[in-house]
Nanobody, 124 residues
Framework: QVQLEESGGGLVQAGGSLRLSCAASGRTVGSYTTGWFRQAPGKEREFVAA????????SYADSVKGRFTISRDNAKNTVYLQMNSLKPEDTAVYYCAASLLRTPQNIDAKYAYWGQGTQVTVSS
């Protein structure tokens, strides 16, 4: 069992940056592949980025490639999502999730554990 808690969301102007954190408790986050998903109002939840349990493999949605970077610090049981060059269309609730699989997964059904989410709002 693992519990996840996101932080770092907020309001930022277009072109700005935010760094989200996902802190795990219970089992160490290093045992899991961890992903970030987001859900905008009226839209389905979508994949953003994922990182393998070792940190060696990452995967990104096309919409965020080159702007977002996922990383992890297993000593701190924390996964980060650095978001640069933010756009209004990045506005959403961002969720982190943990999967027992060892490679990055872009399907939310592959993730067994979820955080409560953190709101990111990008103003134009």
């Amino acid at each position: 069992q693992v519990q996840l808690e996101e932080s770092g969301g907020g309001l930022v102007q277009a072109g700005g940056s935010l760094r989200l954190s996902c802190a795990a408790s219970g089992r160490t986050v290093g045992s899991y592949t961890t992903g970030w998903f987001r859900q905008a109002p009226g839209k389905e939840r979508e994949f953003v980025a994922a990182i393998s349990w070792s940190g060696s493999y990452t995967s990104y949605a096309d919409s965020v490639k080159g702007r977002f970077t996922i990383s992890r610090d297993n000593a701190k049981n924390t996964v980060y999502l650095q978001m640069n060059s933010l756009k209004p269309e990045d506005t959403a609730v961002y969720y982190c999730a943990a999967s027992l699989l060892r490679t990055p997964q872009n399907i939310d059904a592959k993730y067994a554990y979820w955080g409560q989410g953190t709101q990111v709002t990008v103003s134009s």
